[in-house]
Structures are given as C-alpha cells and as structure tokens.
C-alpha cells in the first residue's frame, strides 16, 4: 500500500512496536507499528493497510489534536494518550494529594489548551483530621476551585452519590482519568462500563497476550458514546520545563492581571510593581495558589 490511503483505526492500547486498534467495523485488532511511521500512543488515529502476510500495520499516524504529557524526575517528556477532549483529574481524601499536584495537572492541562475537570473520589470517606496540613487542605480547596470556575465532580465507588456526576460529562468526548496511585481511577473504569471484561477480553484476545490495566494506558468505548482512557497510576505527576509565561497562564485566575506588570517579563516573583502580587495583596489572588505558583515557579529551571 503507498500513499495515505488504508482504512482508518483508532489506537486503543500501544506497546511501542505493536498494539491494538478499533476498526471502523467496531473489530479490536492487532496491530503492527513500523518504526519508520513512528510510534503511535493511545488515542492516535492511525491508517493501517495490511502487510503480505495479511497481518495489519499503520501505514501513516493521522496528524494528533494534542497529547498529554508527564515528565520525569530528568523532566524527559513522556506522552500518555493523544487526541483528548478533556483530561480529569481524579483527587482522593485517600491517598491525599501531594503538595501542588492538582495544580501541577491544571497547568498541564492548560498548556494542552483543553478543560479539565476535578473529579473528587472517595466522598464516602472522610478526610483524615490527623494527616498534613498541605494535603487535607486540597480537599478543603474543592468549593474554591469551583469559584475559579473549574467544574468539581464528586464521585464515590462504593456509597451514594455514585458516579452519576460524570456520566453525563464523559459523553460523546474523549476523556482520560489521571491521578495518583489509589484514587479509584480503575475504580470509576469499572462502574461506568458494564463490558469492561468484554473489552479487556478482546483486548488480550486480539494480542495473545494477557492485559496489564494496571500498567498500560487503555481506551475504552462507552457505551453511551464517547471514550475513556485510564492511564497507569503514577506516585508524582511531573510537569516539563516550561516558558514562565506558560506556567502563568496555567492559573486562571492571574489572567486579567497578565500584562499589567511594571516589566514585561516580570515572572511575578520578586519584581517591583508587578499586577499579580498587587492582586495577591488586595484579596483578588488566593493567595495559596500563588504560594502555589511560586513553587512551581522555582521548580521550573
Ligand atoms: N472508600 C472508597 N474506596 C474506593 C473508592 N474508589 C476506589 N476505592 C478503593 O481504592 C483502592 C484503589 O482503587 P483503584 O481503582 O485501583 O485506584 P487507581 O490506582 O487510581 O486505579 C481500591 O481498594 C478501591 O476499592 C471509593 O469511592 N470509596
Ligand atoms: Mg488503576
Ligand atoms: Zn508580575
């Protein structure tokens, strides 16, 4: 096959060389992935043909709208999934985030140009009084970020409310599920689809091999339109280096201040007549986000 043509399929699990697409027919098939065409990750559309064994392989990776992305501690980028919708951060009272983590995936997420939304798990549980101060009070946050503007679902596995919230945001979109180890993640996977085994199944089936959901990024279909991906759980969620303009407008809230700073490349740190200190100071930035900010801030070299 030569040229762009071949039919196109949509990339549900990649394992760098190889993996599993939709067909348009609704089949999950293997998948070959030559290294000259690059390598596909979840949530890539791809165009395979066959080869002369009449196995498949991608022909060409369609180009991608965005890919959401994690950095290690060497702040070398790694994409988790490509072509999202939405990206929802899942935040427990166990285990509780750690210091700016939420925001560290606001940030990113903003840099993708696309929304999050929070989703609060594990509303059954209450958060632990004895625990630090730095992670118990990101739960306290949640009706704050919501003043910010950013939509907070609250979830539960295992009581009411259940996962009704988020049902109806998850349809017709491509949506992922991020967030540490034990949040629920593959929890909330399981309650909203009723054929995960039928999904995972196939997926093993059309490998020949058996699935890793707790180590390998997956999409699935729902059932009501719409698809999701649960990524692996991570300990630390590590953003790249960014440009300090990047990592500004990753808070929302500093927007009708940015460009009103006494110097145009103030990083509204230490600089005199900066806007985003002065709002800080007048009540109009809470001021633990900037706290925030300042830490991301001096990480970011
Ligand atoms: N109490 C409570 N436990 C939950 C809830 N959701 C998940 N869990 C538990 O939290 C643990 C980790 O869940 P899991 O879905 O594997 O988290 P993941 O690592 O984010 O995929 C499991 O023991 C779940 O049973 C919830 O809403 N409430
Ligand atoms: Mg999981
Ligand atoms: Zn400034």
Redesign the pocket.
Known sequence: MTGKTGTEALVLVSYGSQGVVLMPDGERKACKFRRKVGRPFCGDRVLVGRADDESLVAETILPRKNCFVRADERQRQHVIAANLDQVLIVVAARPLPSRDLTERYLVAVHSMGIEPIIVLNKTDLEVPEDETAAGASVLEHMPEYEALGYTVIRTSCKTAPGIAGLQSVLQNRTSILVGQSGVGKSSLINQLLPDLDIQTGALSTSTGKGTHTTTTTMLYQLTTGGYLIDSPGVWEYGIWKLENAELAAGFIEFKPWLGQ?H?NN???AT?PG????QAVAEGNIRDWRYRSYLRLLEQNV
């Open positions: 700073c110097f103030c990083v509204h600089e900066c806007a985003i200190k």
